[in-house]
């Protein structure tokens, strides 16, 4: 942005969410940051946006509870699922990385048939792979 801008731009509420505004010094371009992503669990879903538009989101996750091996083919599934994303876009550095971290002995009952179990576990891992 004009140096003599930059003040204004950090006010502006469509502009001071950027992690840095950075004034425009003769031909050096200027390079903007993606939102943080937002993270929500509704309906047995995560959702994630962000207030960058036509981003990707880039996510992983992780389990705790889990053994590592097995020698009989029995995997123990976790109870806590360690959620992150970040947002990326061609042209703009990628976010910060936003965090989510869902216990399910609070989220409850995701297959809906009365009981938590190892059930509900399932089928939140396969709603985050994008199974159905």
């Known amino acids: 942005m004009p140096a003599k801008s930059i003040d204004l731009y950090k006010q502006d509420e469509h502009w001071n969410g950027f992690k840095s505004i950075v004034a425009l010094d003769g031909e050096t371009p200027v390079t903007l940051q993606c939102a943080r992503p937002t993270i929500a669990y509704r309906n047995g879903k995560l959702h994630c946006s962000c207030m960058t538009e036509d981003v990707k989101y880039v996510y992983s996750f992780t389990t705790s509870g889990s053994t590592g091996e097995s020698t009989d083919g029995t ?40 009981v938590i179990s190892v059930a509900d576990v399932t089928a939140l891992v396969n709603i985050i792979l994008g199974k159905k």
């Open 75 to 114: 995997i123990e599934l976790g109870t806590t699922f360690n959620f992150s994303v970040y947002a990326t876009r061609e042209g703009y550095l990628d976010s910060e990385t936003a965090t989510l971290t869902i216990d399910m002995a609070q989220v409850g009952d995701v297959t809906g048939d009365g």
